[in-house]
């Protein structure tokens, strides 16, 4: 059955939250998504302390998802993601990476147009439309959307794209997915704190797995398995990463940590997600052709 998912957006992802509609495993959502800014960007003369920032992150859901109880895992095919006609970009004054340089807010209003993102009369290139934020409410105190964390959130993972798959632990009833924070494009790191932000439709079907336990989310690409972490620094979170990942290639393939750390370090890679948001996120991808997919 196909689930229309619109009439509500939270800005904390919480098992308190009451779900828009209850879907079975196997049922296809389409959430209809705001941007990251919750629309107020309208004009490149406007300023960022001029938004409400209380509604920043809005996450469209969150959907019940019937089965999925705690240990579970929700698996979180993403079919397709349909983006507006032009992304805001915005740099926060004391923020991103040049946080002590950045002085003043600088709005940008870019058209995104037959998947190519106008940057100015020089500069455009490709969109790669993805998800910033998706994830379930997580075990314990309500999670604010804009905050990555074992239940997903902000992981502004660019690789989340269509014709992937997300696997994501299940820690309350209903698992009460949410998502919502698409941009066009995002490098790596996020550096100015944005990517090109911008409003769609995406998706998914849902299916719930039992007897298989995550402690945080595993994403399937085409071509590569990835253990996804984020933790306060940059080096716990590379390391939560690899960590999750040695779990899953013993697991697949019988080797002990010895040998799974050299087959690692040989065809494994350490890759970045986001530096901003405001814990870091970073990904384990390993070869497809040497692991497969996570539950195959
Ligand atoms: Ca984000
Ligand atoms: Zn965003």
């Known amino acids: 059955m196909v ?4 009439n509500q957006h939270v800005y904390f992802m919480d098992k308190e939250n009451t779900p828009v509609l209850t879907a079975e495993s196997g049922d296809t959502l389409v959430y209809h998504t705001l941007d990251c800014f919750g629309g107020q960007i309208t004009s490149e003369q406007q300023t960022v302390d001029e938004l409400d920032w209380s509604i920043l992150n809005p996450a469209c859901g969150p959907v019940y998802i ?3 109880a705690p240990g579970d895992v929700l698996k979180v095919s993403i079919q397709s993601i349909e983006v507006d006609d032009h992304g805001t970009m915005a740099c926060i004054p004391n923020e991103g990476l040049f ?12 058209p995104v147009k037959d998947g190519t993102v106008t940057f100015n009369d020089q500069i455009s290139f490709p969109a790669n439309p993805m998800i910033g934020v998706i994830g379930v409410a997580p075990a314990g105190e309500k999670i604010p959307t804009g905050t990555p964390g074992h239940h997903g959130g902000n992981m502004d993972n660019n690789k989340i794209t269509a014709g992937t798959v997300l696997y994501l632990p299940v820690f309350q009833p209903g698992a009460l997915l949410a998502m919502g924070d ?16 911008i409003a769609g439709t995406v998706t998914v079907q849902v299916e719930v797995i039992k007897g298989f336990t995550l402690s945080n989310p595993v994403l399937e690409t085409k071509d590569t398995l990835y253990a996804v972490a984020s ?23 019988g080797l002990a940590l010895d040998q799974t750390n050299m087959l690692m370090s040989a065809v494994g890679n350490t890759e970045i997600c986001q530096l901003v948001d405001p814990l870091i996120t970073s990904r384990f991808g390993m070869p497809r052709t040497i692991l497969g997919g996570l539950l195959d």
Not at 3 to 6: M, Y
Not at 99 to 110: G, K, N, P, Q
Not at 182 to 197: F, P, S
Request: aromatic share 0%; with cysteine.
């Open 66 to 68: 019937n089965g999925a």
């Open 99 to 110: 946080a002590e340089r950045m002085d003043h807010s600088l709005v940008r209003i870019l």
């Open 182 to 197: 698409l941009h066009a494009r995002m490098g790596d790191g996020e550096i100015c704190d944005t990517g090109v932000e």
């Open 231 to 253: 933790e306060k620094t940059l080096a716990e979170a590379v390391k939560t990463a690899a960590c999750d990942m040695a779990e899953i290639v013993m697991r697949k393939t």
């Open 3 to 6: 689930h229309n998912v619109s």
